[in-house]
C-alpha cells in the first residue's frame, strides 16, 4: 500500500490516463480527489472508487475554481499529499514557421500556466504534509518532428516549470517529478489507429503493428504502465528523486 493514508489529488480526470491513475492510487491506499470539467465523468469514476473519492467538477483555467477544488479536497480530508496534473490543451498541429502566434500562445497557456496555476495554488497544502506533485508531460520532448514543433514548445516549457518548481520547493519538503509518456493504448489512440487504417484500406492492427515496430518492447504502453510510474513518483520509494521527468515509453525514445 504505497498510499496508505495519504489524500491525492488528480487535476485532469478524462477518459485514459487521469481515470488510471485514480484508481491506482485508491488501490494504494489513497484517498482520492477527482477534477475535470466533465460531471459524469467524475460521478462515475467516483462511483468505482467508493467512499474515499471526492468529485470535483472545476476549471482548471479558471483560479476561482481551482481554488475551490483545493477548499474541498481540504474541508473533506484535512490534507493534500500529492497533486498529479494531467491536465493539458492540445497545442495546434502544425510547423512552427507556419503556426499562429495566437493560438502558440493558447497552447502555452493550457498547458504551462495551468499547471503552475494549480500546483501555486496547491503548494501551502503541499508544503503542509511534506507532500509531492507528478506532472504529465509527453514524450514530444524526445524528438522534433514535423508538424509537433507548438506541441513540443509547451511541453518543453512545462518541463522546464516543474525543474523550476522542484528547486523552489525542495527547501520546504516538496518533491516535484514528471512523467513522460509516449503513445498510450487507450480509447482516443484506438480511434485514431482505426481511423488511419479505415484511410488506408487496412486492419487497424496493421496500424498498431507498424508502430509497434519502432519500439523496443514491441508494444504500447497501457494506462495502467503509466499509472504505476506515476505511482511510484508519489510515493515514499521515491523519497530521494525530485526534477526528474521519467521517460514511460516502452522503448521508443532513450533518454
Not at 510510474?229 to 521517460?247: E, P
Request: net charge positive.
Amino acid at each position: 500500500m504505497l498510499l496508505a493514508e495519504k489524500v491525492v489529488l488528480v487535476a485532469g480526470v478524462g477518459p485514459g490516463l487521469g481515470q488510471a491513475v485514480a484508481l491506482r492510487a485508491a488501490q494504494q491506499g489513497a484517498a482520492v480527489v477527482l477534477a475535470a470539467r466533465t460531471p459524469k465523468i467524475l460521478e462515475d469514476l467516483a462511483g468505482k472508487i467508493g467512499d474515499r473519492a471526492l468529485a470535483v467538477p472545476a476549471d482548471l483555467s479558471d483560479e476561482t475554481a481551482v481554488r475551490r477544488l483545493i477548499d474541498r479536497a481540504l474541508e473533506a480530508f484535512g490534507r493534500i499529499d500529492v497533486l498529479v496534473h494531467n491536465a493539458f490543451t492540445m497545442p495546434p498541429m502544425r510547423s512552427l514557421g507556419k503556426v499562429d502566434l495566437d493560438d502558440l500562445r493558447a497552447g502555452l497557456n493550457g498547458n504551462v500556466l495551468t499547471a503552475l496555476r494549480v500546483i501555486r495554488l496547491a503548494t501551502p497544502a503541499l508544503i503542509e504534509s511534506r507532500g509531492a506533485v507528478v506532472v504529465v508531460n509527453s514524450a514530444v520532448l524526445r524528438h522534433s518532428r514535423r508538424p509537433f514543433g507548438p506541441y513540443k514548445v509547451a511541453k518543453a516549457a512545462l518541463l522546464a516549470a516543474t525543474q523550476n518548481l522542484a528547486s523552489e520547493l525542495g527547501p520546504k519538503g516538496v518533491r516535484v517529478n514528471s512523467v513522460a509518456p509516449g503513445w498510450i493504448w487507450a480509447d482516443q489512440l484506438r480511434g485514431w489507429f482505426e481511423f488511419q487504417a479505415a484511410q488506408r484500406g487496412v486492419p487497424a492492427r496493421q496500424i498498431y503493428d507498424e508502430v509497434a515496430a519502432t519500439i523496443d518492447l514491441r508494444r504500447l504502453p497501457e494506462p495502467d504502465e503509466v499509472a504505476d510510474a506515476i505511482v511510484f513518483l508519489a510515493s515514499s520509494l521515491a523519497r530521494g528523486v525530485t526534477g526528474a521527468c521519467l521517460d514511460v515509453n516502452c522503448g521508443e525514445f532513450h533518454h
